[in-house]
């Protein structure tokens, strides 16, 4: 049986090599995607062309939009003066998420950087979840970005069509300016999904972490060794340092670069003989909505799986309580269990219906599913060692996982500290605006 297993994990990983996408692939949609968005390395003409359309999209067009485009004479309406933060904004964003992706897809490959290559090492329901937050990516994707780019469509259409720019440069200018908007629409388009795509990939990952953890507190309910625990819990935390060394230069880069982008943006706002409204701020707005929107994907996801791997700390805690209790209540037993009784897991007793709700006053409506209070211990808890089960618990809670940024654990207090120095920071800056004004 051994080497029938090692036989079929082999082949099982040689399937999930590297490899050209082709139609039976669950990958061949986001090959297809980093095809058509020019982030795919696999070859020299691709690299080239990668490169080549970033540079245009990213850089080329953001400038003659902002120094050529512009228009400076124009009335109120039609006068952009936020178009400096918004440009650079997305492009720096665009060059972070398009050098983060296109680094780790041609070091490690689509397969390797989604961890598909170690789910024939996982179970059934790990997979199957796994395959359904893979084809339910591309939904969140385009919920985030379609939104977006309708009304900045909206925005550019309107503000060429009204008479906001009249530069012939192509003789014509109708011509011209159907030209410009498209060019403006797709730099648009492509910075905001790349920036997308790289939070969405994280939350991938994080999804799938996630399923292995809940998969992984089931071993609290059915007959395991504790070097069998100790073991998977060791592969689930390399594998959350993984991601953490993967995407911490990106997520502490994001958040700088956003939090000066809404700096900045709130000092130009706060200005005295600023002009704030539809027509000249509509655009920073969304711009912020969209920077703001992928940043919390990202801190979200993050916090998602530091929370749940606590949850799994505190559910060990629990297993371990009860099956102590229940190992000194067998022994107070004056009457022993008759011997064709069978053996039932021991139950502890809470205040819940039969509905499983609580017959309290006060609901437990923000509980983790790996957190509840209804715990069944199953009766061969009280087979394994105080010691064994005491060391378990132990190592959880001082060895707890989740997604670090350089040492620092991304937890609620994490997501806390950010809030009380970004809110700190915008008070300072009011300060420093309304007393200048």
């Given at each position: 049986?051994?080497?029938?297993?090692?036989?079929?994990i082999?082949?099982?990983?040689k399937a999930?090599?590297?490899?050209?996408s082709?139609?039976?692939?669950?990958?061949?949609?986001f090959?297809?995607?980093l095809?058509?968005?020019?982030?795919?390395?696999?070859?020299?003409?691709?690299a080239?062309?990668?490169?080549?359309?970033f540079?245009?999209?990213?850089?080329v067009?953001?400038?003659?939009?902002?120094f050529?485009?512009?228009?400076s004479?124009?009335?109120?309406?039609?006068?952009?003066?936020?178009?400096?933060?918004?440009?650079?904004?997305?492009?720096v964003?665009?060059?972070?998420?398009?050098?983060?992706?296109?680094?780790i897809?041609r070091?490690?490959?689509?397969?390797?950087?989604?961890f598909?290559?170690?789910?024939?090492?996982e179970?059934e329901?790990v997979?199957?979840?796994?395959?359904?937050?893979?084809?339910?990516?591309?939904?969140?994707?385009?919920?985030?970005?379609?939104?977006?780019?309708?009304?900045?469509?909206?925005y550019?259409?309107?503000?060429?069509?009204?008479?906001g720019?009249q530069?012939?440069?192509?003789g014509n200018?109708?011509v011209?300016?159907?030209?410009?908007?498209?060019l403006?629409?797709?730099?648009?388009?492509?910075?905001?999904?790349?920036?997308?795509?790289?939070?969405?990939l994280?939350r991938?990952?994080?999804?799938?972490?996630?399923?292995?953890?809940?998969?992984f507190?089931?071993?609290?309910?059915?007959?395991?060794?504790?070097?069998?625990?100790?073991?998977?819990h060791?592969?689930?935390?390399?594998?959350?340092?993984?991601?953490?060394?993967?995407?911490r230069?990106?997520?502490?880069?994001a958040?700088?670069?956003?939090t000066?982008?809404?700096?900045a943006s709130?000092?130009?706002?706060?200005?005295?003989?600023?002009?704030v409204?539809?027509?000249?701020?509509?655009?920073?707005?969304?711009?912020?909505?969209?920077?703001?929107?992928?940043?919390?994907?990202c801190?979200?996801?993050a916090?998602k799986?530091?929370?749940?791997?606590?949850?799994?700390?505190?559910?060990?805690?629990?297993?371990?309580?009860?099956?102590?209790?229940?190992s000194?209540?067998?022994?107070?037993?004056?009457?022993?269990?008759?011997?064709?009784?069978?053996?039932?897991?021991?139950v502890?007793?809470?205040?819940?219906?039969?509905?499983?709700?609580?017959?309290?006053?006060?609901?437990?409506?923000?509980?983790?599913?790996?957190?509840?209070?209804?715990?069944?211990?199953p009766?061969?808890?009280?087979?394994?060692?105080?010691?064994?089960?005491?060391?378990?618990?132990?190592?959880?809670e001082?060895?707890r996982?989740?997604?670090?940024?350089?040492?620092?654990?991304?937890?609620?207090s994490?997501?806390?500290?950010?809030?009380?120095?970004?809110?700190s920071?915008?008070?300072?800056?009011?300060?420093?605006?309304?007393g200048?004004?």
């Amino acid at each position: 049986m051994g080497d029938e297993r090692k036989t079929l994990i082999s082949k099982s990983s040689k399937a999930f090599n590297r490899c050209i996408s082709h139609a039976g692939d669950e990958l061949h949609s986001f090959r297809s995607c980093l095809r058509w968005m020019c982030v795919d390395h696999s070859s020299i003409w691709g690299a080239c062309l990668s490169w080549s359309l970033f540079v245009l999209l990213s850089i080329v067009v953001p400038l003659l939009s902002h120094f050529v485009l512009a228009c400076s004479t124009c009335d109120t309406r039609h006068h952009r003066p936020y178009d400096k933060v918004v440009q650079l904004s997305l492009t720096v964003v665009a060059i972070l998420s398009f050098y983060c992706l296109s680094r780790i897809v041609r070091r490690y490959g689509l397969r390797r950087f989604l961890f598909l290559d170690k789910l024939c090492e996982e179970s059934e329901q790990v997979g199957q979840g796994y395959t359904e937050q893979l084809n339910r990516s591309w939904k969140i994707l385009l919920v985030f970005v379609l939104p977006c780019f309708a009304a900045e469509s909206a925005y550019k259409i309107w503000w060429y069509s009204s008479g906001g720019s009249q530069i012939p440069f192509l003789g014509n200018a109708m011509v011209s300016d159907a030209v410009a908007c498209t060019l403006e629409l797709c730099s648009w388009l492509y910075r905001t999904s790349i920036f997308f795509l790289a939070c969405v990939l994280f939350r991938l990952l994080c999804s799938l972490q996630i399923l292995r953890l809940q998969d992984f507190a089931l071993v609290f309910q059915m007959e395991y060794e504790v070097a069998s625990v100790l073991k998977e819990h060791l592969r689930i935390r390399r594998h959350l340092r993984i991601i953490s060394h993967r995407y911490r230069a990106f997520i502490l880069l994001a958040l700088g670069i956003i939090t000066a982008s809404q700096l900045a943006s709130l000092l130009m706002t706060t200005r005295s003989h600023a002009i704030v409204n539809f027509f000249t701020a509509g655009e920073l707005a969304l711009c912020s909505i969209t920077l703001v929107t992928g940043l919390m994907i990202c801190l979200r996801s993050a916090t998602k799986i530091t929370h749940k791997a606590q949850s799994v700390t505190s559910l060990a805690a629990k297993w371990h309580v009860c099956a102590t209790i229940d190992s000194f209540d067998s022994t107070d037993c004056e009457t022993p269990a008759a011997v064709d009784q069978p053996v039932r897991p021991h139950v502890l007793e809470f205040p819940i219906n039969a509905n499983g709700e609580w017959d309290d006053d006060e609901t437990a409506d923000g509980d983790d599913e790996l957190d509840n209070t209804n715990i069944i211990l199953p009766i061969y808890a009280r087979t394994i060692s105080f010691q064994k089960r005491q060391a378990l618990v132990t190592y959880l809670e001082n060895n707890r996982a989740g997604i670090t940024v350089y040492g620092f654990v991304l937890d609620r207090s994490t997501l806390h500290t950010i809030f009380g120095v970004e809110m700190s920071l915008v008070l300072w800056l009011l300060g420093k605006t309304i007393g200048i004004s």
